[in-house]
T-cell receptor, first 110, second 115 residues
Framework: QQPVQSPQAVILREGEDAVINCSSS?????VHWYRQKHGEAPVFLMI?????EQKGHDKISASFNEKKQQSSLYLTASQLSYSGTYFC???????????FGKGTKLSVKP | DTGVSQNPRHKITKRGQNVTFRCDPI?????LYWYRQTLGQGPEFLTY????????KSRLLSDRFSAERPKGSFSTLEIQRTEQGDSAMYLC?????????????FGAGTRLSVL
């Protein structure tokens, strides 16, 4: 039931792009993306709802394929501040609670 | 508007002791969630409240765990007879009802170390 994230880790140079994927075996009501820096709270990035509605930061984009129960987070022109661990959280049929993947560790180097 | 506040930030206890954590959600947020996070893992859902009603509990929440949200405001999570396996970061999140009700805002967590 836990979504699978890929890749597990990625290293970028400033300005490069990255895609992080999240895949579930269950039909999803929504997908949530968070970034967490070491020792800090997860910070909300994006929510994608069944039916196409989404809300999030202007500089981050994401997609949600409802039929395949997959979501992807697109990070373009990466900055040093993008470093951290990215988690997708999936919600099944508007249950309320989120089931998180194991995370993707992103490191952006100068 | 202040964010989700959790206290204490760190707690060290001996095995067998009871511990209690507090979470103050963002003002007027109806939903409050508790998660547990261990090193290298994503947050694991424990339980959530809508106002004062506890709507769902994970099977991870053994009988030693209890959570309350009196009057639908702050919440407490108590762990009785702590075990070393309880060592983790305990995260609280809250979300509003309404158009963006699904966005959960997390606190910085309480790190529990059981010796």
């Amino acid at each position: 039931q836990q979504p699978v994230q890929s890749p597990q880790a990625v290293i970028l140079r400033e300005g490069e792009d990255a895609v992080i994927n999240c895949s579930s075996s269950k039909a999803l009501y929504s997908v949530h993306w968070y970034r967490q820096k070491h020792g800090e709270a997860p910070v909300f990035l994006m929510i994608l709802l069944k039916g196409g509605e989404q809300k999030g930061h202007d500089k981050i984009s994401a997609s949600f394929n409802e039929k395949k129960q997959q979501s992807s987070l697109y990070l373009t022109a990466s900055q040093l501040s993008y470093s951290g661990t990215y988690f997708c959280g999936t919600e099944i049929e508007s249950q309320g609670n989120l089931i998180f993947g194991k995370g993707t560790k992103l490191s952006v180097k100068p | 508007d202040t964010g989700v506040s959790q206290n204490p930030r760190h707690k060290i206890t001996k095995r067998g002791q009871n511990v209690t954590f507090r979470c103050d959600p963002i003002s007027e947020h109806n939903r409050l969630y508790w998660y547990r996070q261990t090193l290298g893992q994503g947050p694991e859902f424990l339980t959530y409240f809508q106002n004062e009603a506890q709507l769902e509990k994970s099977r991870l929440l053994s009988d030693r765990f209890s959570a309350e949200r009196p009057k639908g405001s702050f919440s407490t999570l108590e762990i009785q007879r702590t075990e070393q396996g309880d060592s983790a970061m305990y995260l609280c999140a809250s979300s509003p009802m309404g158009k963006v009700r699904d966005i959960q805002y997390f606190g910085a967590g309480t790190r529990l170390s059981v010796l």
